[in-house]
């Protein structure tokens, strides 16, 4: 039988096996253990390696057969989506909410009781925002905040983690804000991670393991925005629908 490879604490940073020793069922699954400081957080997605574990589980690190991404050019907004947005009276922000963000996709969805965002993932991406690496775009509306994602970035690649919206419209409205500003940024692909038809909806489209990874070969090494995460004004306000 199979062990699956194991991380000590006490190894080095990089010290994943190769993203081809994934398992097929479950799929993607590559290794356990190891902790989530931010050389190893980075590490893990420079390679195209991310944590995704339940509470009370050892952290479990995956790289899917097949990868979502969304190359900002390929961004598609239906006409309904337009029409809705222009009557949400939404505006939009970054970096001014994170761990609310975080919370707001922790917090239990539908028939789900449990989350994946354990106190220990929000203590570490906090901790990346904290030293400009994480970043989350946010939705408000009346002044609440009523979605928004959050995610990594490394050269000019965003790695979406999670979304999460209260009122309708409100994750896609963030989605197609973030994607719009990132590649006024300069940034070239959006991970998605995992496919859902939400995210086909938007644009997104698969990857294979491979074709994903010698994209990160090249994106992850270019320079990455250095300026300050404020948003556009015409993106801050809704208007550039």
Not at 159 to 177: C, P, Q
């Amino acid at each position: 039988m199979f062990e699956l490879y194991r991380i000590a604490r006490n190894m080095p940073a990089d010290a994943f096996p190769p993203i081809e020793m994934a398992l097929a069922d479950p799929d993607g699954l590559l290794a356990v253990g190891g902790d989530l400081s931010v050389p190893r957080l980075l590490a893990g997605y420079r390679r195209g390696i991310f944590p995704w574990y339940n509470e009370g589980d050892p952290i479990l690190w995956w790289s899917p057969s097949e990868r979502m991404v969304l190359f900002p050019e390929q961004l598609k907004i239906s006409r309904s989506l337009r029409k809705n947005l222009r009557h949400r009276d939404f505006s939009f922000r970054t970096d001014t909410a994170f761990k609310e963000v975080m919370l707001g996709c922790a917090a239990p969805r539908g028939e789900e009781y449990g989350t994946w965002i354990t106190p220990e993932m929000l203590a570490a991406y906090c901790e990346l925002n904290r030293r400009g690496i994480a970043h989350s775009f946010e939705c408000w509306q009346a002044g609440k905040l009523v979605g928004g994602l959050y995610g990594v970035v490394l050269g000019k690649v965003f790695f979406g983690e999670s979304m999460f919206h209260r009122v309708r419209d409100a994750s896609k409205a963030t989605l197609a804000a973030a994607v719009t500003q990132l590649q006024r940024w300069g940034f070239e692909l959006i991970d998605c991670q995992l496919h859902t038809p939400h995210l086909a909806s938007l644009g997104a489209c698969p990857l294979t393991r491979g074709d994903y990874r010698r994209l990160l070969d090249v994106l992850c090494l270019e320079p990455s925005y250095t300026g300050e995460w404020t948003l556009d004004a015409d993106v801050l306000q809704g208007n550039w629908i």
